[in-house]
Structures are given as C-alpha cells and as structure tokens.
C-alpha cells in the first residue's frame, strides 16, 4: 500500500457515519448487509448513504456485491488487512516479535469466512 493510498483509506474512516458503517460490516461477516439495511440501521437516508457507501468502496475497506436488484457490502478483507499492515510496517523500530500481541489480536477480529457459511443471499 503507498502512502496515498492509505491516507484516502483513513480519511474516509475519518467520519462518524462511515466509521459506523466500517464497523457495522466488519460485525455482518462475509455475507454483507443490503445498502438500504445499512442506510436503515444508521439512520441515514439511502442517498446520503449512498455516497458514504462510494467513499469507503473507493478506499477498499469495503466492497459492493449485487443480487439481482440488490446491491450488498461487506467488508474489504485484502484492503482492511493492506490497510493494517501498512499502519505496523515500521512497528517496534523493526522488532516485530513486540508487535506480535497486536498481530494476534486483528487476526481474532479480522479473520477469514468461515468455509462451511454459503456466501450467497436469500431473494430478495
């Protein structure tokens, strides 16, 4: 990740709904919520919601999928994990053995589908 890359990243995290938005689909998991779901659980209005939505897909910390008419997000694994990594780089001044709790602890939060879920969504 270059350095501009990961500023547009964290800036568009830099904001209360996105943050909010960031953390709701790193809850949902693989499967994602539906953009008007999101829109209704923040309490924003779908078009508002829209361009929050483009801001963090742009940044890729998250992604859009479509069903049918149905467009879902969910969270950018590679781009978060990127976005992490680029952050711990230079941790410990080049001793990653003391950075290794921090390492741990985002692999217990930010971890791979589980293989046995069906990354399908019911109709709509």
Known sequence: MKDQEAIEALSALAHPTRLQVFKLLVQAGALGVPAGDIARQVGVPVTTMSTHLGILSRA??????????????????????DLFAFLMADCCGGRPDLCQPVFAAADLVC???????????EPV
């Open 111 to 121: 971890c791979a589908p589980n293989p046995t879920e069906v990354a399908e969504h």
């Open 60 to 81: 890729g910390v998250i992604r859009p999928s479509r069903e049918s008419r149905t467009i879902y997000y969910a969270l950018d694994v590679d781009g978060t994990r």
